[in-house]
């Protein structure tokens, strides 16, 4: 996307609060687009939970989503508008979210700051209940916050608040969707897919797999994978497919790769980077990645395992 949405957005929900008055998290119970509806407010809600935080009623507006996010709040609004399918990947304005989310324990009783849980491991021990930390991250399993219709998740750790996850989708047991990132349609997610990268209607990204995205190294390059593409079992890229690519099992195509084309030129990955009906593959007797024209079926998504009941 090359212009994000300028609509306002809205959402009432429960904050867990700090000690210190830190916003750890919010699950927003209402939110939509446009301008709240008339009558909508914060929900009545102050109290103290078993470990030692507040939950408290909250309502965001945020004026214009093409604006960055001004607080947690705010980051926490625009990544379940993602996941609940309000607005696609990089349609909204995300800058700077990582210095606006603080990294916390997500366990059993709800988000702690990451220097309290042993405190609250104390406390709740104290009161009979073992305090059970499931990871220590800047965003929660989407699960926890938005259960998609539609989708299924073998492993909902797997599968960061903000993704975007299509009717269709499938996400197997070792797939892994980050924020900002998702499927457009039926998909089979059995590999990694980064921030930031969309997955077209149709496509399999086969298991061990990986796309690479854009939050380290310097990539600026926004990766993308069109429609009834199919990423082989311990594949990878660095550039986007067009519609109906392959790349098969084991082969990793980065955007500096040399790939021999069938006139025995060589040139970049990068050269060919979002073009349609391309099969990639390492030639197996001498080495080399190579590159060809393709056409017809790989075999396609099972229907039955998509479907959207």
Not at 3 to 25: I, N, P, Q, R, Y
Request: hydrophobic share 40%.
């Amino acid at each position: 996307m090359s212009e994000f949405l300028t609509d306002a957005a809205w959402g009432v929900g429960v904050a867990t609060v700090g000690a210190d008055g830190t916003v750890l998290d919010v699950w927003f119970t209402r939110l939509g687009l446009g301008e709240a509806p008339t009558g909508v407010a914060a929900p009545d809600i102050d109290r103290t939970t078993p470990a030692g935080t507040t939950s408290k009623g909250v309502a965001v507006l945020v004026k214009s989503l093409a604006e960055e996010p001004v607080d947690t709040a705010d980051v926490y609004l625009r990544l379940h508008l993602l996941s609940h399918r309000f607005v696609i990947p990089h349609s909204i304005n995300l800058a700077g979210i990582f210095g606006l989310l603080p990294n916390n324990a997500w366990t059993n009783f709800g988000p702690l700051p990451a220097d309290g849980v042993n405190a609250a491991r104390l406390k709740l021990r104290a009161e009979g209940h073992v305090l059970e930390v499931k990871s220590l991250d800047k965003f929660p399993p989407m699960a926890d916050y938005v259960t998609p219709t539609g989708v299924r998740i073998a492993d909902a750790s797997r599968v960061r608040l903000g993704a975007h996850l299509a009717k269709g989708t499938t996400v197997m047991h070792e797939g892994f969707v980050n924020f900002n990132a998702g499927t457009l349609g039926n998909s089979m997610v059995e590999g990694r897919i980064s921030a930031g990268v969309l997955v077209g209607d149709g496509s399999d990204i086969g298991g061990g797999s990986s796309i690479m995205g854009t939050l380290s190294g310097g990539g600026k390059q926004v990766i993308s994978i069109g429609e009834r593409c199919l990423l082989g079992a311990n594949a990878g890229i660095g550039i986007s497919l067009g519609d109906n690519c392959v790349v098969a099992a084991g082969c990793y195509v980065t955007a500096g790769s040399k790939v021999t084309l069938p006139d025995g030129t060589v040139v970049k990955a990068a050269t060919l980077s979002g073009k349609d009906n391309l099969q990639f593959w390492t030639n197996t007797q001498t080495g080399v990645l190579e590159v060809r024209p393709r056409s017809g079926t790989w075999g396609e998504l099972n229907a039955a395992l998509h479907s959207a009941q």
